[in-house]
């Protein structure tokens, strides 16, 4: 019940913070469109004409993913370089709860929160350029969870590395950059690459959503590498989080800036 509480009252937070904050969520939102739409011009413009509905394809599925890993990843940077700033990380860590399951409950409620626009950018996408991707619930949503599950463990290690150094605005700039490069990296260039948070997942959505796979045209063992790729980080990410929380109560950190 606790838990359930904890992830409500930072799902109410979320929305909260968006709707009290409506011109930056709607600037936000034009950004990633506007980038979008550059993108689609720069394909119109210098694209192979043969390979241009496919590429427009790639370039939705891509820059959707983008936008999620950037509010999954980058968000809880933000968000606790915020609180130290504004002198409430130390209540973060005098909760009962503790500050990583705090940070679970912000991550999942800010992912459930943005899915929404989500959906909203993909449908925009698809409409502006009239190409009309298969959207394959059942086969997209375990997908969609264990390379979400991948993504919260990168999102933990960079909340550790926050609590310790507390200003990384410069460093989450250049990853959203790498988070942009794992994005829109096709797997078939360089194969090893499953292996890497997001690349695998964003992989299995391309095959449904532009060449209508089914969940029983998916190997297993592609399913085997996303189960171990969420496993993985999510322990590491954890692992390197609880680790940087200890360093930081140690030396007093959470309650300085």
């Known amino acids: 019940m606790k838990l359930l509480n904890l ?24 950004t990633f469109y506007i980038i979008f739409l550059a993108m689609f011009a720069g394909i119109q413009v210098i694209g192979d004409p043969t390979t241009q509905d496919m590429n427009i394809q790639y370039v939705i599925v891509n820059y959707i993913f983008w936008y999620l890993t950037m509010i999954v990843v980058n968000d809880i940077g933000w968000q606790l370089s915020n609180e130290a700033t504004q002198g409430t990380l130390e209540q973060l860590g005098m909760s009962p709860m503790g500050i990583w399951r705090i940070m679970a409950a912000r991550l999942v409620s800010s992912t459930l929160v943005h899915i929404l626009i989500i959906i909203g950018l993909l449908y925009l996408s698809m409409a502006t350029t009239g190409q009309w991707l298969n959207i394959d619930v059942i086969t997209l949503i375990p997908i969609f969870i264990l390379t979400l599950i991948s993504m919260f463990g990168l999102g933990f290690i960079i909340a550790g590395i926050t609590v310790i150094l507390k200003q990384i605005q410069a460093f ?38 532009i060449d209508g796979a089914s969940i029983t045209q ?40």
């Open 172 to 209: 989450l700039q250049i990853l959203q950059f790498i988070l942009a490069a794992l994005a829109f990296v096709p797997l078939s260039v360089a194969p090893f690459l499953a292996f890497f948070p997001i690349v695998k997942g964003v992989d299995l959505v391309r095959q449904v959503m």
């Open 7 to 30: 992830l409500n009252a930072n799902i109410r937070k979320e929305y909260i913070e968006l709707k009290r904050y409506l011109p930056n969520t709607i600037a936000m939102l034009l």
């Open 218 to 257: 998916i190997g297993y063992s592609d399913f085997l590498i996303l189960g171990f790729n969420a496993i993985i980080y999510f322990f590491i990410g954890l692992s390197i989080f609880l680790y940087c929380e200890r360093v930081a109560m140690k030396k007093g950190l959470l309650a300085h800036y």
